[in-house]
C-alpha cells in the first residue's frame, strides 16, 4: 500500500473520533484471527486454508495499514497501545508462528 499524501491519511485516521474506530476496528480483526487460529488448530475442515489465506490476507492488510497509519507519528502510535491488555501492539507480537512463517 503506497500513498501518495501519507500525512492527510495520518491526520484524518488519527482524527480524535477515527482513532477510537481504529482501535476498535484492528483490535476485532486481531482477536478473530487469533480465536479461530486456536480453534482451528484443533479441527479439520477441508476448506481451512482457503479461509486461512483470506484471513490471513486480511491480517496482512491491516498490519499494511498500521504501518502506514504510525510512521512518524508518535501520536497515532500510542494507539497501539490504548486500551486494556491485550493492546494492538500486543495483539500484533503475538500473532500465531504459523502466520510468519507459511508461503502466501
Excluded at 1 to 16: I, R, T
Amino acid at each position: 500500500m503506497e500513498l501518495s499524501n501519507q500525512p492527510f491519511f495520518q491526520q484524518f485516521f488519527g482524527a480524535v473520533l477515527n482513532q477510537v474506530e481504529f482501535y476498535h476496528i484492528a483490535t476485532y480483526i486481531l482477536a478473530q484471527y487469533q480465536r479461530i487460529e486456536d480453534y482451528d488448530s484443533d479441527s479439520s475442515d477441508d476448506y481451512k486454508g482457503v479461509i486461512d489465506g483470506k484471513r490471513a490476507d486480511l491480517v496482512d492488510n491491516l498490519i499494511e495499514f498500521i504501518g502506514q497509519y504510525c510512521v512518524e507519528n508518535a501520536e497515532n502510535q500510542q494507539t497501539l497501545m490504548w486500551g486494556h491488555p491485550p493492546t494492538i501492539l500486543q495483539r500484533l507480537l503475538t500473532l500465531p508462528f504459523a502466520y510468519f512463517s507459511q508461503k502466501r
